[in-house]
């Protein structure tokens, strides 16, 4: 069994345990300290999604850093129950922001969900299909906020070109690579809307 900690915030140095289970990859430390400081220390006021949680790692690092509400979502089941064990060691009060954890399908949840709704959404599918991606992708820039907070974070493998992928997604006009990180087998990459 691993583990991985919120790096700032209410929660900042609380550890997520992580199971061993065949896909789960939780993004590193490094890789969310540096999304972070491109997201911004505080989320105060701003609403995100987690998308293919896992350990949830995400999402609650934007609940220890002020979001207002924060969707997380599991669908498979051991991964939710050690996501909802972990989550039990939290003290939800020394948040601000209103957590909402769901086994669901994310790409059901997400299309429910309406239009412009959400300021962060995370998307770290498993790798092996690469079709939930595009689909989250293309979900998410649907539910996106238009606003200087709007942001869709992606994490996929090396081998995947998002340049290629917006292109094809006929999304290449409305949003841009802000950064890429790199981690191992797994690229994290930042996209914003493009402003005119």
Request: a positive charge; glycine letters at 8%.
């Amino acid at each position: 069994m691993g583990k991985v900690r919120i790096i700032g915030g209410s929660w900042r140095g609380r550890v997520l345990l992580v199971e061993d289970a065949p896909g789960l990859r939780p993004s590193a430390d490094r890789v969310r300290e540096t999304l972070f400081n491109l997201l911004g220390q505080v989320l105060d006021d701003l609403i995100c999604v987690d998308c293919f949680a896992g350990t949830g790692a995400l999402g609650l690092e934007a609940l220890s850093r002020g979001a207002r509400q924060v969707h997380i979502l599991e669908k498979a089941s051991n991964a939710f129950k050690a996501l909802q064990k972990n989550i039990s060691s939290f003290k939800l009060e020394e948040v601000t922001g209103e957590l909402i954890l769901q086994k669901t399908d994310a790409l059901t949840y997400l299309a429910k969900l309406s239009s412009q709704a959400i300021d962060i959404v995370f998307i770290d599918p498993p790798f092996a299909q690469p079709e939930l991606l595009q689909q989250a992708l293309l979900q998410a820039k649907r539910i996106l906020r238009v606003g200087p907070s709007a942001a869709i974070y992606l994490e996929h493998p090396s081998t995947l070109k998002i340049e290629t992928l917006l292109t094809e997604l006929k999304l290449d006009q409305e949003l841009i690579i802000k950064r890429s990180i790199r981690s191992g087998q797994a690229i994290g990459t930042l996209l914003v809307p493009k402003t005119i």
